[in-house]
């Protein structure tokens, strides 16, 4: 009962019920009151009279819980209808790093200046900003891009920019070979500026290293989760 209590004060109960339930006794209660102030009339007994007394106190204490408690469903109702607006806002949203943000995570990336990395991306406009984005905070923490040199096909994203792979994928991923010392502590620093600025970014160690895997990060972004 407490548990369906609170459900209803959360507005998670379905609002056809508690609605009929609460505007019935609050129907209920504004008849006792009014019985209450009719049955108090001199015509009456002494005895009816004290009945009338607790009919219009009883029904008035009634008629006041069950107003306070249709507010406080609707407003459990709207409060919840507003949490589900903002989730699916931030659901459908593209994901971003603001200029601040960029900044940021160049400073955090800077210790790490001399490390080398090329990117990939799940060809859509939405990868491509984000894309973008991480590349100008790597590029302006002092890390060295290049083009994927994996053999696999590449995008061309206009003139003055560095070819990037394509990859059929979902969120950040950060591809390295944590056999390598530098990479490893220069990885780990990225995905937890990513991370702590909103970005889901996976941590990925290449178990087989190939030639193009030596001291070169890999940052591939794919579509939003």
């Known amino acids: 009962m407490l548990t369906?209590?609170?459900?209803?004060?959360?507005?998670?109960?379905?609002?056809?019920?508690?609605?009929?339930a609460l505007l019935s006794l609050s129907v209920l209660a504004g008849i006792a009151v009014g019985a209450g102030i009719i049955f108090e009339s001199p015509a009456y007994s002494a005895a009816v009279h004290r009945v009338a007394k607790w009919l219009v106190i009883v029904g008035v204490a009634v008629e006041s819980v069950c107003t306070v408690s249709l507010f406080a469903?609707?407003?459990?109702?709207?409060?919840?209808?507003?949490?589900?607006?903002?989730?699916?806002?931030?659901?459908?949203a593209p994901r971003e790093l603001t200029p601040e943000q960029i900044q940021f995570v160049a400073i955090l990336v800077r210790?790490?200046?001399?490390?080398?990395?090329?990117?990939?991306?799940?060809?859509?406009?939405?990868?491509?900003?984000?894309?973008?984005?991480?590349?100008g905070a790597m590029v302006?923490?002092?890390?060295?891009?290049?083009?994927?040199?994996?053999?696999n096909p590449t995008f061309n994203r206009g003139e003055g920019t560095i070819l990037v792979g394509e990859r059929t994928m979902i969120a950040v991923w950060v591809l390295y070979d944590p056999n390598?010392?530098?990479?490893?502590?220069?990885?780990?620093?990225?995905?937890?500026?990513?991370?702590?600025?909103?970005?889901?970014t996976s941590d990925m160690h290449i178990t087989k290293p190939a030639a193009w895997d030596a001291g070169v990060i890999h940052v591939w972004v794919g579509a939003k989760p």
């Open 180 to 200: 390598d010392p530098k990479l490893l502590a220069a990885a780990a620093m990225l995905i937890w500026a990513l991370r702590n600025e909103g970005i889901f």
């Open 73 to 92: 469903f609707d407003e459990g109702v709207s409060n919840l209808q507003q949490s589900k607006i903002i989730a699916l806002e931030k659901r459908l």
């Open 140 to 151: 302006a923490g002092g890390w060295h891009e290049q083009a994927p040199a994996d053999g």
């Open 4 to 20: 369906y209590f609170n459900t209803v004060l959360s507005g998670e109960a379905q609002p056809f019920w508690p609605h009929v």
């Open 111 to 135: 210790p790490f200046s001399d490390t080398s990395f090329d990117m990939s991306m799940h060809v859509d406009i939405e990868p491509m900003r984000l894309l973008g984005e991480i590349e």
